[in-house]
């Protein structure tokens, strides 16, 4: 998403730091003075839990605000999906009914990112 979005075909130095998650990366963010990089909202919002130690960049004069972002006015962003093989098992089943569920949506918000549905009310 990265690569494609904001750098183009420009080539990433090989001195970039890389990490294995989004939160791994936000948190070597937020420890480099200098640094700059592409955090997940959930990882943005979890580095900042205890106070503001990352700064979310505009894009083309949008702010990354749960509002931008859901109405796509804020570009850079990328969806999550479920995926499974041919058939879902009972476990996976029951998986994505918590998602779905009034809790899984807390617990989704609760840990700084976005759930993918309004809960009926």
Do not use: C, H
Request: aromatic share 10%.
């Amino acid at each position: 998403m990265f690569q494609k979005s904001v750098m183009g075909d420009s080539e990433v130095t090989a001195s970039a730091t890389q990490s294995a998650s989004m939160t791994e990366l936000a948190t070597n963010i937020a420890g480099d003075k200098w640094g700059i990089g592409y955090a997940g909202f959930g990882a943005y919002n979890k580095a900042n839990a205890d106070g503001q130690v990352l700064t979310a960049m505009k894009v083309d004069g949008v702010e990354a605000t749960v509002e931008n972002i859901i109405s796509g006015a804020y570009t850079i962003q990328r969806s999550v999906m479920f995926v499974t093989g041919a058939e879902i098992t009972p476990s996976e089943q029951a998986f994505i009914d918590y998602i779905f569920s009034q809790t899984g949506y807390d617990v989704v918000e609760a840990n700084g990112y976005i759930p993918a549905f309004t809960p009926e009310a």
